[in-house]
């Protein structure tokens, strides 16, 4: 990438919608998340045809007084070449252009409250509008929407005299004057005992009544709303914003999409497109206490976006073989995001705001003992007589061969280390924790290095020594974010015709199968691959290695779902389909190196 034209880097984008069609919400709520975010943010007008079409946009001017207003630096163009760490996105429906222009930079891109087709692509998806978008976002922050909601409810207990109908910025189903037909005929029955004021959206071309009351595009809507008794609207910000004002809400919606919505919020409708009288007068009677439920259920105190925005972080949503990201995300929680890669089949993940994890001896003293409920040196026998049965594998599948060298990357303790020796061959360790590499040169007498495997040189690390016959990564691969450095660096390591065997969880395993959900949630925010006997063998091709050989191991049928008796017909026979169709949860791949890497 090019250095930035600018004399400062903005660490943080946000790119609004500018299409006059789409509101103003996005523009205005940008601005002010910028202005908040500080002078490291920038807003980027995206005015080129692949963002908004031929669709009419906001005037130049009127953009850069308010964004002068708000003190924010604006981009009418991208910088050529420029790569920044955070870009978000708020255009309502991002074209497919758009994001491929987007992905290709920035680090890490964020969707905020995106609901157009490329939606399931995002690295992350925040929501804070009150739309159930599918597929479901990482979080969902009303919080965002910046709503002044009071610390206690509000007791929504009053007569109703004023009622305020608004039905949005444009209001293309015509709503409005739907409703003013309906409340006319009312009062021909005598029936309509309040006052009204309609509110005429800045887009909306409907024609009123002249004897309506009329609130013209007023600009701080949510600020009148607290001065009615009773809001009439569609379900969307204007209900929220109602509710945070004290004022109950009956809800008359464009489509049986937002029916559903209001309905899942519990709030009172009378109506889809058309307006029900029976359902309007037990809605104004349900109204009070629904909006006391709701106000509980959907109103958050606010939280500032631009302060959420610019702590933002992450790792990149890139593929850890091909470095290219805007992969599929088919698995999402809080922080994590599953990505399957289009271009290379692996699937990945991405994180989010957590924080940064070190392996430290914390880790084998604490963290594995909180796991496993004992320390990894009381386990040392039983990883050890793992390690007699990986050799065995490796000499049935290679041939056996008398006194191999075999380096063991993320060597901990050495109980690899001490199988390997034990078998006749000669042990090499490299580990990133000092207090196990310092056991293995002490306790166990074997050449080990401190080194981070990326880093690692051999000769500088073993000089005299001829390079590794043998390397091995048990459980470690799924550590590294980039696996195209490792997977070179592995090549490297050895010449053509060494060995390379790793292990790794089983991403086709009874687990994956039968409880994907439980698969995804509990996979560690630090396994960045997920591998299968598949992927492992076009990814590794790629590589100069040739896989010669799987062993599914961590067979596991009690994880079976519904399987209670472990002695029945059942179990057994899902214990040899666990063996024979490699449903373990975990597996072993072992590959020659065949060629060098360019
Ligand atoms: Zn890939």
Same mark, same amino acid.
Request: charged share 20%; net charge positive; aromatic share 12%.
């Given at each position: 990438?090019?250095?930035?034209t600018?004399?400062?880097?903005?660490?943080?984008?946000?790119?609004?919608?500018?299409?006059?069609?789409?509101g103003?919400g996005?523009?205005?709520?940008?601005?002010?998340?910028?202005r908040?975010?500080?002078?490291?943010?920038?807003?980027?007008?995206?005015?080129?045809?692949a963002?908004?079409?031929?669709?009419?946009?906001?005037?130049?001017?009127?953009?850069?007084?308010?964004?002068?207003?708000?003190g924010?630096?604006?981009?009418?163009?991208?910088?050529?070449?420029?790569?920044?760490?955070?870009?978000?996105?708020?255009?309502?429906?991002?074209?497919?252009?758009?994001?491929?222009?987007?992905?290709?930079?920035?680090?890490?891109?964020?969707?905020?409250d995106?609901?157009?087709?490329?939606?399931?692509?995002?690295?992350?998806?925040?929501?804070?509008l009150?739309?159930?978008?599918?597929?479901?976002?990482?979080?969902?922050?009303?919080?965002?929407?910046?709503?002044?909601?009071?610390?206690?409810?509000?007791?929504?207990?009053?007569?109703?005299?004023?009622?305020?109908a608004?039905?949005?910025?444009?209001?293309?189903?015509?709503?409005?004057?739907?409703?003013?037909? =309906?409340?006319?005929?009312?009062?021909?029955?005598?029936?309509?005992?309040?006052?009204?004021?309609?509110?005429?959206?800045?887009?909306?071309?409907?024609?009123?009544?002249?004897?309506?009351?009329?609130?013209?595009?007023?600009?701080?809507?949510?600020?009148?709303?607290?001065?009615?008794?009773?809001?009439?609207? /569609?379900?969307?910000?204007?209900a929220?914003? /109602?509710?945070?004002?004290?004022?109950?809400?009956?809800?008359?919606?464009?489509?049986?999409?937002?029916?559903?919505?209001?309905?899942?919020?519990?709030?009172?409708?009378?109506g889809?497109?058309?307006?029900?009288?029976?359902?309007?007068?037990?809605?104004?009677?349900?109204?009070?206490?629904?909006?006391?439920?709701?106000?509980?259920?959907?109103?958050?105190?606010?939280?500032?976006?631009?302060?959420? =925005?610019?702590?933002?972080?992450?790792?990149?949503?890139?593929?850890?073989?091909?470095?290219?990201?805007g992969?599929?995300?088919?698995?999402?929680?809080?922080?994590?995001?599953?990505?399957?890669?289009?271009?290379?089949?692996?699937?990945?993940?991405?994180?989010?705001?957590?924080?940064?994890?070190q392996?430290?001896?914390?880790?084998f003293?604490?963290d594995?003992?909180?796991?496993?409920?004992?320390?990894?040196?009381?386990?040392?026998?039983?990883?050890?007589?793992?390690?007699?049965?990986?050799?065995?594998?490796?000499?049935?599948?290679?041939?056996?061969?008398?006194?191999?060298?075999?380096?063991?990357?993320?060597?901990?303790?050495?109980?690899?280390?001490?199988?390997?020796?034990?078998?006749?061959?000669?042990?090499?360790?490299l580990?990133?924790?000092?207090?196990?590499?310092?056991h293995?040169?002490?306790?166990?007498?074997?050449?080990?290095?401190?080194?981070? =495997?990326?880093?690692?040189?051999?000769?500088?690390?073993?000089?005299?020594?001829?390079?590794?016959?043998?390397?091995?990564?048990?459980?470690?691969?799924?550590?590294?974010?980039?696996?195209?450095?490792?997977l070179?660096?592995?090549?490297?390591?050895?010449?053509?015709?060494?060995?390379?065997?790793?292990?790794?969880?089983?991403?086709?395993?009874?687990?994956?199968?039968?409880?994907?959900?439980?698969?995804?949630?509990?996979?560690?925010?630090?396994?960045?691959?997920?591998?299968?006997?598949?992927?492992?063998?076009?990814?590794?091709?790629?590589?100069?290695?040739?896989?010669?050989?799987?062993?599914?191991t961590?067979?596991?049928?009690?994880?079976f779902?519904?399987?209670?008796?472990?002695?029945?017909?059942?179990?057994?026979?899902?214990?040899?389909?666990?063996?024979?169709?490699?449903w373990?949860?975990? =597996?072993?791949?072992?590959?020659?190196?065949?060629?060098?890497l360019?």
């Amino acid at each position: 990438m090019a250095q930035p034209t600018s004399p400062v880097t903005p660490s943080l984008v946000f790119v609004p919608n500018l299409r006059t069609d789409r509101g103003m919400g996005h523009l205005k709520r940008c601005l002010g998340a910028a202005r908040s975010a500080g002078s490291s943010s920038v807003v980027y007008l995206a005015a080129e045809f692949a963002f908004v079409g031929k669709f009419p946009l906001f005037s130049r001017s009127v953009v850069q007084t308010l964004a002068d207003q708000a003190g924010v630096t604006l981009w009418d163009h991208w910088p050529p070449g420029l790569s920044v760490p955070t870009v978000v996105v708020d255009l309502q429906a991002t074209t497919e252009a758009a994001f491929r222009f987007l992905r290709d930079r920035c680090v890490r891109l964020v969707g905020w409250d995106e609901g157009g087709r490329v939606r399931g692509r995002f690295p992350f998806l925040v929501d804070s509008l009150p739309h159930d978008t599918q597929p479901l976002p990482n979080v969902r922050l009303p919080e965002l929407l910046g709503l002044g909601v009071p610390p206690r409810a509000p007791l929504f207990q009053r007569p109703v005299q004023r009622v305020l109908a608004a039905f949005g910025g444009a209001d293309s189903r015509g709503l409005t004057l739907k409703f003013l037909t =309906f409340v006319k005929s009312l009062q021909g029955q005598g029936r309509w005992p309040y006052s009204l004021t309609v509110v005429r959206g800045p887009l909306s071309k409907v024609l009123l009544p002249p004897d309506t009351e009329v609130l013209e595009a007023p600009s701080n809507l949510a600020g009148l709303l607290g001065g009615y008794d009773l809001t009439v609207t /569609s379900w969307g910000l204007t209900a929220l914003e /109602s509710l945070a004002a004290g004022t109950p809400v009956v809800l008359l919606n464009p489509t049986s999409y937002h029916e559903k919505l209001a309905r899942a919020a519990g709030l009172p409708t009378f109506g889809v497109g058309r307006p029900r009288v029976q359902a309007f007068w037990s809605g104004v009677e349900e109204a009070p206490e629904a909006a006391r439920v709701a106000f509980g259920k959907l109103l958050r105190p606010p939280q500032d976006p631009g302060a959420y =925005f610019a702590a933002f972080h992450g790792s990149d949503g890139f593929c850890p073989v091909c470095r290219t990201s805007g992969h599929p995300v088919f698995a999402r929680t809080v922080h994590k995001s599953y990505h399957r890669c289009e271009e290379c089949g692996m699937e990945y993940l991405s994180v989010h705001q957590l924080p940064e994890k070190q392996y430290s001896e914390a880790y084998f003293f604490e963290d594995y003992q909180k796991q496993y409920g004992k320390t990894y040196l009381q386990d040392f026998p039983h990883i050890q007589g793992l390690g007699r049965e990986r050799l065995a594998f490796l000499d049935k599948t290679f041939g056996a061969q008398e006194g191999r060298s075999v380096l063991d990357v993320g060597c901990a303790y050495g109980p690899f280390l001490a199988a390997v020796a034990l078998a006749g061959h000669r042990p090499y360790g490299l580990d990133v924790a000092d207090a196990a590499v310092d056991h293995v040169k002490t306790a166990l007498g074997f050449p080990a290095v401190r080194a981070s =495997f990326l880093d690692f040189r051999w000769q500088e690390a073993f000089p005299g020594h001829s390079q590794p016959d043998v390397l091995t990564l048990w459980y470690v691969i799924e550590h590294f974010p980039n696996l195209d450095a490792l997977l070179r660096q592995a090549n490297s390591v050895l010449s053509v015709g060494g060995i390379f065997a790793f292990s790794t969880p089983n991403g086709r395993g009874i687990t994956r199968r039968f409880a994907p959900e439980k698969f995804w949630r509990e996979s560690p925010d630090d396994h960045f691959s997920i591998w299968n006997p598949r992927n492992s063998r076009s990814v590794l091709g790629r590589f100069g290695f040739e896989v010669a050989a799987y062993r599914v191991t961590g067979h596991h049928p009690e994880r079976f779902p519904g399987l209670k008796n472990p002695r029945g017909m059942f179990f057994a026979l899902i214990r040899v389909l666990d063996r024979w169709l490699g449903w373990g949860d975990t =597996f072993e791949v072992y590959a020659r190196k065949t060629k060098e890497l360019p």
